[in-house]
């Protein structure tokens, strides 16, 4: 039951992206961390089935939104 609450608390966490996040974006993209995050990934995706994207890919969606928004 301990482990299922750590999954649920990593998966809450990894679907947010903040402002922060965005503004930070080299450190949060750099290969260290991107490693980290991939590992974390694959071994939710192992265990659950569920996938999850990748924080990187999806600061590229939102900066893409919002550009186009203000054009």
Do not use: W
Request: charged fraction near 25%; charge should be negative; hydrophobic fraction near 35%.
């Amino acid at each position: 039951m301990k482990h299922t609450y750590l999954l649920v608390l990593f998966l809450l966490s990894s679907c947010s992206v903040s402002e922060d996040m965005i503004q930070n974006k080299e450190l949060y993209c750099s290969g260290i961390y991107q490693g980290i995050r991939a590992v974390g990934r694959v071994a939710t995706e192992v265990t659950t089935g569920v996938s999850i994207p990748d924080v990187c890919d999806t600061i590229d969606e939102i900066v893409e939104e919002d550009s186009e928004g203000k054009s």
